[in-house]
């Protein structure tokens, strides 16, 4: 992946240097934090939604391994580095006002990524008012 510039990144220009620009310049919000979704690279299947700091994706960028910001820990998360589920980024987009990230990875390990075991933690239709498991 290619360097980033130095900490912290640049400040976001007027609304056409966000929308239209070749500069990533993220818009965290006040939390410090950027919503990220990550889906299989050959499926296109959602695998998950965290956050992200800028700590995190940077570390993203440099490493090409999806890294986040665990709200419940208050912590910077490597994923995989306990279960063995590493997200290898294969693509990471941002969207159209640089709030949001979506990455393409591929997991290693036994190919799950939710921290329940499921594969998906969108393993859940909601059917009316009940939820119905779908895996």
């Not at 006040?30 to 690279?41: K, Q």
């Not at 890294?67 to 294969?90: E, N, P």
């Not at 939710?114 to 859940?124: L, N, V």
Request: with cysteine; hydrophobic share 40%; aromatic share 8%.
């Amino acid at each position: 992946m290619a360097a980033l510039p130095p900490a912290p990144f640049p400040e976001p220009g007027d609304k056409h240097a966000v929308e239209q620009g070749d500069v990533l310049t993220p818009r965290f919000g006040p939390d410090g934090l950027i919503a990220a979704i990550a889906t299989d690279a050959d499926t296109g299947e959602p695998l998950m939604f965290a956050w992200m700091n800028d700590e995190a994706l940077r570390l993203t960028l440099d490493t090409g391994e999806a890294h986040y910001w665990s709200r419940s820990r208050d912590a910077l998360w490597h994923k995989g580095a306990t279960s063995g589920q590493i997200q290898t980024v294969v693509e990471l987009r941002i969207d159209c006002d640089q709030d949001a990230v979506w990455m393409k990875v591929r997991p290693q390990g036994d190919g799950g990524a939710c921290h329940t075991g499921a594969r998906s933690c969108f393993y859940r239709v909601v059917d009316g008012g009940a939820l119905r498991r779908v895996e």
